[in-house]
Protein backbone atom coordinates (compact mmCIF):
# COMPACT_ATOMS: atom_id res chain seq x y z
CA UNK A 1 0.00 0.00 0.00
CA UNK A 2 2.97 2.29 0.60
CA UNK A 3 4.27 2.00 -2.91
CA UNK A 4 0.67 3.21 -4.40
CA UNK A 5 0.24 5.60 -2.06
CA UNK A 6 3.99 7.18 -3.04
CA UNK A 7 3.07 6.52 -7.14
CA UNK A 8 -0.22 8.48 -5.94
CA UNK A 9 1.73 11.62 -4.14
CA UNK A 10 4.53 11.86 -6.75
CA UNK A 11 1.89 12.03 -9.18
CA UNK A 12 0.07 14.84 -7.40
CA UNK A 13 2.97 16.71 -7.96
CA UNK A 14 4.14 16.09 -11.20
CA UNK A 15 0.49 17.04 -12.22
CA UNK A 16 0.39 20.17 -9.16
CA UNK A 17 3.58 21.59 -11.49
CA UNK A 18 1.50 21.81 -14.63
CA UNK A 19 -1.22 22.72 -12.84
CA UNK A 20 -3.21 20.28 -13.97
CA UNK A 21 -6.26 19.99 -11.61
CA UNK A 22 -6.26 16.20 -12.00
CA UNK A 23 -3.57 16.79 -9.24
CA UNK A 24 -6.08 16.34 -6.69
CA UNK A 25 -7.30 13.37 -7.42
CA UNK A 26 -4.38 11.39 -7.20
CA UNK A 27 -3.58 13.83 -3.77
CA UNK A 28 -7.36 12.33 -2.65
CA UNK A 29 -6.43 8.57 -3.04
CA UNK A 30 -2.84 8.63 -2.00
CA UNK A 31 -3.58 10.71 1.12
CA UNK A 32 -6.39 8.27 2.15
CA UNK A 33 -4.11 5.53 1.57
CA UNK A 34 -1.60 7.26 3.88
CA UNK A 35 -3.68 7.85 7.14
CA UNK A 36 -3.51 4.23 7.94
CA UNK A 37 0.05 4.12 7.00
CA UNK A 38 1.04 6.58 9.71
CA UNK A 39 -1.24 5.36 12.39
CA UNK A 40 0.65 1.93 12.01
CA UNK A 41 4.26 3.97 12.25
CA UNK A 42 2.40 6.01 15.51
CA UNK A 43 2.89 9.51 13.46
CA UNK A 44 -0.16 10.65 14.52
CA UNK A 45 0.06 13.83 13.30
CA UNK A 46 1.07 12.70 9.79
CA UNK A 47 -1.84 10.63 9.92
CA UNK A 48 -4.31 13.71 11.31
CA UNK A 49 -2.64 16.16 8.36
CA UNK A 50 -3.41 12.97 5.74
CA UNK A 51 -7.00 13.28 6.06
CA UNK A 52 -6.55 17.40 6.38
CA UNK A 53 -4.81 16.64 2.64
CA UNK A 54 -7.82 14.70 1.89
CA UNK A 55 -10.26 17.65 2.85
CA UNK A 56 -7.58 19.93 0.72
CA UNK A 57 -7.63 17.64 -2.18
CA UNK A 58 -11.80 18.33 -2.27
CA UNK A 59 -11.07 22.19 -1.92
CA UNK A 60 -8.08 21.92 -4.13
CA UNK A 61 -10.54 20.36 -6.32
CA UNK A 62 -12.95 23.22 -6.23
CA UNK A 63 -10.94 26.13 -5.80
CA UNK A 64 -8.75 25.73 -9.50
CA UNK A 65 -12.07 24.85 -11.12
CA UNK A 66 -14.11 27.32 -10.07
CA UNK A 67 -12.85 30.41 -11.35
CA UNK A 68 -11.90 30.94 -15.11
CA UNK A 69 -8.11 31.82 -15.80
CA UNK A 70 -4.80 29.68 -17.13
CA UNK A 71 -6.04 26.10 -17.38
CA UNK A 72 -6.82 25.24 -14.39
CA UNK A 73 -9.14 28.57 -13.41
CA UNK A 74 -6.97 30.25 -10.24
CA UNK A 75 -3.85 32.63 -11.19
CA UNK A 76 -0.78 32.29 -9.31
CA UNK A 77 -0.37 35.13 -6.60
CA UNK A 78 2.37 36.21 -4.66
CA UNK A 79 2.20 36.97 -1.04
CA UNK A 80 4.11 39.75 1.24
CA UNK A 81 6.67 38.61 3.58
CA UNK A 82 5.17 40.37 6.07
CA UNK A 83 2.47 37.79 5.94
CA UNK A 84 4.68 34.90 5.31
CA UNK A 85 6.71 36.00 8.58
CA UNK A 86 3.19 36.10 10.70
CA UNK A 87 2.38 33.05 9.38
CA UNK A 88 5.73 30.91 10.36
CA UNK A 89 5.90 32.64 14.10
CA UNK A 90 1.74 31.53 14.61
CA UNK A 91 3.02 27.89 13.21
CA UNK A 92 5.96 27.51 15.30
CA UNK A 93 4.00 28.60 18.55
CA UNK A 94 1.38 26.31 17.73
CA UNK A 95 3.96 23.24 16.83
CA UNK A 96 5.65 23.54 19.92
CA UNK A 97 2.38 23.49 22.06
CA UNK A 98 1.04 20.48 19.76
CA UNK A 99 4.89 18.78 20.51
CA UNK A 100 4.21 19.44 24.32
CA UNK A 101 0.86 17.95 24.34
CA UNK A 102 2.21 14.65 22.19
CA UNK A 103 4.88 14.29 24.28
CA UNK A 104 3.31 14.57 27.97
CA UNK A 105 -0.11 11.92 26.55
CA UNK A 106 0.71 10.18 24.02
CA UNK A 107 3.68 7.47 22.57
CA UNK A 108 3.97 9.68 19.64
CA UNK A 109 7.74 9.81 18.03
CA UNK A 110 9.04 13.02 17.52
CA UNK A 111 6.36 14.88 18.89
CA UNK A 112 8.03 18.06 18.10
CA UNK A 113 9.12 17.38 14.77
CA UNK A 114 6.01 15.71 13.80
CA UNK A 115 3.87 18.14 14.76
CA UNK A 116 6.16 21.50 12.96
CA UNK A 117 6.12 18.96 9.78
CA UNK A 118 2.76 18.86 10.39
CA UNK A 119 1.52 22.77 10.52
CA UNK A 120 4.04 24.12 8.37
CA UNK A 121 2.43 21.28 5.01
CA UNK A 122 -1.26 22.82 6.16
CA UNK A 123 0.02 25.95 5.82
CA UNK A 124 2.05 25.04 2.38
CA UNK A 125 -0.87 22.98 1.34
CA UNK A 126 -3.57 26.15 1.58
CA UNK A 127 -1.18 27.95 -0.72
CA UNK A 128 -0.97 25.00 -3.50
CA UNK A 129 -4.57 25.32 -3.15
CA UNK A 130 -4.94 29.18 -3.54
CA UNK A 131 -1.53 29.00 -6.15
CA UNK A 132 0.54 31.20 -3.66
CA UNK A 133 3.83 31.61 -5.97
CA UNK A 134 5.79 30.69 -2.15
CA UNK A 135 3.99 27.25 -1.28
CA UNK A 136 7.21 25.66 -2.80
CA UNK A 137 9.72 27.09 -0.53
CA UNK A 138 7.66 25.75 2.45
CA UNK A 139 7.84 22.64 0.82
CA UNK A 140 11.56 22.39 0.52
CA UNK A 141 12.35 22.63 4.31
CA UNK A 142 9.38 20.12 4.65
CA UNK A 143 10.35 17.60 2.78
CA UNK A 144 13.89 18.30 4.21
CA UNK A 145 12.81 17.10 7.50
CA UNK A 146 10.15 14.75 6.64
CA UNK A 147 12.96 12.74 4.63
CA UNK A 148 14.71 11.76 8.19
CA UNK A 149 11.40 11.17 10.28
CA UNK A 150 10.27 8.57 7.56
CA UNK A 151 13.52 6.75 6.60
CA UNK A 152 13.54 6.68 10.71
CA UNK A 153 10.07 5.31 11.08
CA UNK A 154 11.39 2.68 8.65
CA UNK A 155 8.68 4.17 5.61
CA UNK A 156 12.10 3.62 3.36
CA UNK A 157 9.54 4.53 -0.09
CA UNK A 158 7.98 7.58 1.90
CA UNK A 159 11.53 9.23 2.38
CA UNK A 160 12.21 7.94 -1.65
CA UNK A 161 9.20 10.35 -1.68
CA UNK A 162 10.14 12.88 -0.29
CA UNK A 163 14.28 12.84 -1.67
CA UNK A 164 12.21 13.17 -5.29
CA UNK A 165 9.87 16.22 -3.83
CA UNK A 166 13.47 18.23 -2.87
CA UNK A 167 14.64 17.30 -7.09
CA UNK A 168 11.16 18.29 -8.30
CA UNK A 169 10.30 21.01 -6.72
CA UNK A 170 12.61 23.68 -8.39
CA UNK A 171 10.55 22.40 -11.61
CA UNK A 172 7.36 23.42 -9.48
CA UNK A 173 9.27 27.41 -8.64
CA UNK A 174 10.43 27.65 -12.32
CA UNK A 175 7.09 26.67 -13.90
CA UNK A 176 5.01 28.66 -11.71
CA UNK A 177 7.00 31.58 -11.80
CA UNK A 178 6.76 31.33 -15.36
CA UNK A 179 3.00 31.58 -15.33
CA UNK A 180 3.03 34.21 -12.80
CA UNK A 181 5.34 36.23 -15.08
CA UNK A 182 2.74 35.54 -18.16
CA UNK A 183 -0.09 36.50 -16.05
CA UNK A 184 1.24 39.84 -15.36
CA UNK A 185 2.84 40.88 -19.16
Same mark, same amino acid.
Given at each position: ?9 ? /?????? %? ?13 ? *???? $?? &? !? ?10 NLFYFLMAIYGWYSWSAKKGYMTGLNIS?? *? /? ?9 ? %??? +??? *????? +? %? @???? +?????? +????? $? ?28 ? @? ?14 ? !? &???? &? ?14
Amino acid at each position: MEILAVILAL /LYLILA %IRQNILCWICAAIST *SIYI $FI &F !IEAKLYMESLLNLFYFLMAIYGWYSWSAKKGYMTGLNISIW *S /LKNHFFAIALL %ILI +SIF *SGYFL +S %I @YTDA +SYPYLD +SMTTY $FSIWATYLVAKKVLENWWYWLVIDLFSIAI @YWSRDLEATALLFVAY !I &FLIP &FGMVAWKRSYNDQVT
